[in-house]
């Protein structure tokens, strides 16, 4: 008999070998609580927390770190250049990983994958696929109760899928509440990849990345009555995923970023590229008068930087500038639109004739409408033809 250890319950794991100590554990367990012990939301929940935490992890761990450590000892004719030295840096990777507190996060694959890079293709993990964690935990369920589908997702030696058979035997739910319970409880563990099985049984060679869908969450209303596992489980669903997506949505939330600290102590370099551009455009003598008007705008701002509807100003035609299509606020709209002028307008000179036509109005009596005579710019009626719907 071999010598047993212990779970947090005080239920032992094993003894007269793995197969039937896997049986006997279950047994145990349910002698123990009863077969209504399933009809207990804490209960079932520290069921799959204990089949997840102290069965699943460690074994699936165990196949990986040992399948592993056989390839790297694989002589290949790709590794003709790889060392010992190689491949003992390869194995402390392994070790680090093996101790690492949850091992199945994509920052600890990474990191296991730049230990092993040394050893080429013996200790090479692909990416399989992208896959949703409600598919995986479905396909988990339905395939461990049949014996050509359960090597998909365990080893031979494994024993957690014998107490999730016999506890699912029990009938008081259905598989998909099963697939929620392990849903919720592989988020938990943050268990975020398991092993591929690309040619129909599992491998160290390839994983499958888990990821939650980015549609809608489909239980927008909590099943079940009230204290049942189906109720708990799909109120802690519902607010993992919401949680999940409220952060997605916060790394994901388009930002622009204005180049410089607010307040602006400077005029933005979009505008100076703007005014430098214009200054090209408009080299010609029968452009000067034009020219001069950017140039008594600039000249107006710069004075007036401080002023808060000139920071607003500024801030307003950054972000405008920002978009990827020029947008245009059509007569009597109350909305932005793109523009269907053609491609996209110069995001400087946009900005330089957002901000003189603002600073008209922000600045009326700098900006004589009509033209001076012996002036050195040209009146706002003249400058507004030159920009057009500029």
Known sequence: MQEHSASTTGRPLRYHGTKISSSRETKLWFAQFGYKTFTKPELVATFVAELVEKLWVPQTRSFMARQLRRRL?????DDAEVTTHDIQVGHNALALWEETRQPFTMEALERLR????RCGTRGFIDTLALRTRQDHMRDLVGGIGNKRKRGIHSSKDATWPDPLLQAMAVKFHEADHWAIALDVQFRASGIEWVPGSPGGRITSTAVVRLQSTKTAIPLLVPAGGSGTLLREVSEATIEHEKRIQRQAAERERPRINFGCKLPFITIPDLIVDGLAKSRKILASKSDRLFLGHYELAMNTLTTNLQHPLCQYMLMLILTVCSSTDT????????EFSVSMAGKRKDPAQLALAMATRMLWFVFPRIFPWQTAPYSLSCGGSEMAKKLGTR
């Open 114 to 117: 730049e230990g092993l890079k």
């Open 73 to 77: 000892h694989q002589s290949k004719i």
């Open 327 to 334: 947008p245009q606020v059509l007569l009597k709209a109350t």
